[in-house]
C-alpha cells in the first residue's frame, strides 16, 4: 500500500481529498500545518502533497527542502492558491516533480497522484519473462494474460488486443478511427461506436488504467 504525506491547511478540502485518496486505496496521514509537517519528512512515505502557503514559519518550500536533504528522489506535488509562473518555476526547482493550481479538481489531483506514483514505482517492464507491471496489473505478453495481485483478469481478444495497442502507444492520442485500423483491421467497415463499447468494457475490468477520453475525438491512454 502507497502512505501519503498531505499538508494542507484547509481542513473541509484537506478531508475531501482524504476521502478521496483512501477510496483509491491509499493511506494518507494530513497534517494541516507545515510544522507539524516538518516533524515527519523522514517518515516512510511513498508521496508528499505540499501546500505553498502554509500559516506558521514554515511552507511547503521549507518542506520540500527538508524532504530533500535525505529523500532526493522521493515523488512530490506541490499546490497552491497562487497561480503564478514564478510559485511554479521556484517549487519544481525545489525539486517537485508536479504543480496543481487552486481551486482544483480533486479527481484531478487523485489522477495526478496516480500516475506519479506509476511513473515513480510501477510500470516496469521485464525483458527476461516479456511481462510489463502498469498501474498495478501485470501483462504477459507471451501468454496474453493480465493479472492483479495473483488473479487473472478474464480479457476477451479483442480487450487484449485494445490494451496491447494502447500500452504500446501510452500518452499519444487517437481518434476513435485510428483504433478501429489498428484493432479491428482496416478491412473493417463497422461503425466507430465499437470503440467505445470495447472502452467501456475494457475500463470496466481494468479500472486503473487511467485511460482518458478526449471528446469528439477519441482515447489516450495516461502515464
Do not use: C
Amino acid at each position: 500500500m502507497f502512505k501519503i504525506g498531505y499538508v494542507e491547511d484547509e481542513k473541509n478540502l484537506s478531508s475531501l481529498v482524504e476521502k478521496y485518496l483512501s477510496n483509491e486505496g491509499y493511506q494518507v496521514d494530513v497534517y494541516n500545518t507545515g510544522e507539524e509537517a516538518n516533524n515527519h519528512v523522514n517518515d516512510e512515505y511513498s508521496l508528499w502533497i505540499l501546500d505553498i502557503m502554509l500559516p506558521g514559519i514554515v511552507s511547503g518550500y521549507d518542506l520540500i527542502k527538508n524532504i530533500r536533504k535525505n529523500k532526493p528522489n522521493l515523488p512530490i506535488i506541490f499546490t497552491s492558491a497562487r497561480d503564478q509562473d514564478i510559485d511554479k518555476i521556484m517549487g519544481l526547482e525545489l525539486g517537485g516533480d508536479d504543480y496543481l493550481a487552486k481551486p482544483y479538481s480533486i479527481r484531478e489531483l487523485v489522477l495526478r497522484v496516480k500516475n506519479l506514483l506509476n511513473r515513480s514505482y510501477g510500470n516496469k517492464v521485464n525483458k527476461e519473462t516479456n511481462t510489463e507491471e502498469f498501474n498495478g496489473y501485470v501483462i504477459d505478453f507471451d501468454k496474453r494474460i493480465v493479472t492483479e495481485n495473483g488473479v487473472n483478469i478474464n480479457l476477451t481478444s479483442k480487450e487484449y488486443d485494445l490494451l496491447l495497442f494502447l500500452l504500446q502507444n501510452k500518452s499519444k492520442a487517437f481518434s476513435r478511427d485510428q483504433i478501429l485500423d489498428n484493432v479491428w483491421g482496416t478491412d473493417y467497415f463497422g461503425s466507430d461506436r465499437v470503440v467505445d463499447d470495447l472502452m467501456r468494457r475494457l475500463r470496466q475490468k481494468m479500472p486503473n488504467l487511467s485511460v482518458e477520453t478526449i471528446y469528439g475525438f477519441g482515447y489516450r491512454l495516461l502515464v
